[in-house]
């Protein structure tokens, strides 16, 4: 599938850019801005953002002056469909979503002449209750794995047994589906249970391609990594099987202190897991969702170990299109970790962005809070525009008790120019090892 946005009118007349995966659109007056208009008044800096999963595409007003419209209609958040129109000041882009040619670039900018053939849609019936829909396809013949939303909400809820493995309790739900506690029918030992369930129907194509990436993670073999054990499908859920941790994670274990990790603990936790990321960046793997919550802590004190999981899961969920686009939903709490640059473009994603999302876990971990000014229930909007504008807050007025040698090795991992950061996690692991 494909996804164009072309501008029909404005100082960019003609201009063409092209999605076939999961990437975003930020338009304004920023340089950075993927369609920049600098002398356009109308625009404010940062002004709205596309987030394009093809066949979805969602946009976000950013608090803009002057506002975002779609087809006339002034809109702070809205899906959009084939043939509608954005519009700010004297520029005009069109949506066209369907089908493109093997051969087209997907990266944003090109400038194509044809536009994609018309969206082809085609029935799908729900692997659980047989409830139909129709979906936009690439080819009449192509096959999905589909689960309706009320089946999705119920399977949250009451996620099935997964064969060769005995339930023993839910041990939590998150976005894409829930964990549980298993036992491991072979071999009797304790493994967790994790299911996703797909947002939208997905093609046989984009289930194996999911399932390739899983398998490629799982080759990471670290003592601060949890251990993959299997996947598989079952009844439209999605299953991976891990190493059960039997602990918390870091976010949780804070909040037994009170909100704030005992310093000893927090710098062993921040070693370790800067040890696995430093491991996997070596080998080619980007975390892409580096937080508190994906960090499992087991034991205390000098027998605390910390495990990273969900290595690069969200971004294989997303870029298989099992997520359509993340920005519709609640993920402020995610957005807050991330760095202006993976905003800007999802796919483009480099060792320096999980060293911001370190910084980010290590001032919360010590602070209680996040390094931006926000409220705890902050609007996704709010979010974003202080990723992209506001300086983050120095540790140190935040944290006072903490140890200036540490809050700069934090302060230095949360620059929003990625080359300002450290430039690899072992640097930032040794730094924080000596300053301890």
């Not at 670039?105 to 659980?128: K, M, Y």
């Not at 996947?231 to 099987?241: A, E």
């Not at 603990?265 to 897991?273: K, P, R």
Request: glycine share 8%; charged share 20%; with cysteine.
């Amino acid at each position: 599938m494909q996804v164009n946005l072309r501008v029909i009118a404005g100082p960019y007349k003609g201009r063409i850019f092209t999605f076939t995966q999961h990437d975003s659109f930020l338009i304004g007056r920023n340089p950075e801005a993927h369609l920049c208009l600098p002398e356009d008044r109308f625009f404010s800096r940062n002004h709205c953002l596309l987030e394009i999963n093809p066949p979805h595409s969602f946009l976000r007003d950013l608090g803009s002056t002057n506002g975002t419209f779609v087809n006339g209609q002034r809109v702070r958040e809205v899906f959009l469909n084939n043939g509608d129109r954005i519009q700010g000041g004297e520029t005009v882009l069109c949506v066209e979503v369907g089908v493109g040619a093997d051969n087209q670039s997907p990266r944003p900018g090109s400038s194509l002449e044809d536009h994609p053939t018309a969206p082809l849609f085609v029935t799908v019936e729900c692997i659980n209750c047989g409830r139909r829909e129709q979906v936009q396809a690439s080819a009449a013949d192509e096959k999905f794995t589909f689960v309706c939303e009320d089946c999705r909400i119920e399977l949250k809820k009451n996620p099935h047994t997964i064969p060769g493995y005995e339930t023993v309790r839910l041990i939590g739900r998150g976005g894409m589906g829930a964990v549980m506690l298993g036992r491991e029918q072979k071999k009797g030992r304790p493994v967790a249970i994790k299911t996703l369930l797909p947002e939208f129907a997905v093609s046989d194509k984009a289930m194996k391609r999911f399932m390739r990436e899983i398998d490629v993670a799982s080759a990471l073999q670290h003592r601060n990594i949890v251990e993959f054990i299997d996947r598989g499908t079952y009844n439209g859920m999605i299953y991976l099987v891990t190493e059960f941790v039997d602990g918390c994670d870091a976010a949780r274990l804070a909040e037994s202190h009170g909100g704030q990790l005992p310093y000893p603990d927090a710098i062993s936790v921040l070693a370790q897991s800067l040890d696995a990321l430093s491991y996997a960046h070596a080998a080619g793997y980007i975390h892409r969702d580096f937080k508190d919550q994906n960090i499992l802590v087991s034991g205390q004190g000098r027998d605390l170990v910390a495990k990273l999981t969900d290595f690069g899961l969200a971004k294989s969920f997303t870029h298989s299109g099992m997520s359509g686009v993340t920005m519709a939903s609640e993920m402020a709490g995610t957005l807050a970790y991330m760095p202006p640059e993976q905003l800007r473009n999802f796919r483009d994603v480099r060792p320096q962005s999980d060293i911001y999302a370190v910084g980010m876990t290590a001032y919360s971990l010590l602070s209680g809070t996040i390094a931006l000014d926000l409220p705890k229930k902050s609007s996704i909007n709010n979010t974003i525009r202080a990723i992209f504008e506001q300086p983050t807050i120095p540790l140190k007025q935040r944290a006072p008790n903490v140890p200036d040698p540490i809050c700069q090795i934090i302060d230095r991992a949360l620059s929003k120019d990625p080359t300002q950061r450290w430039q690899s996690a072992a640097a930032m692991r040794n730094a924080l090892l000596h300053a301890a």
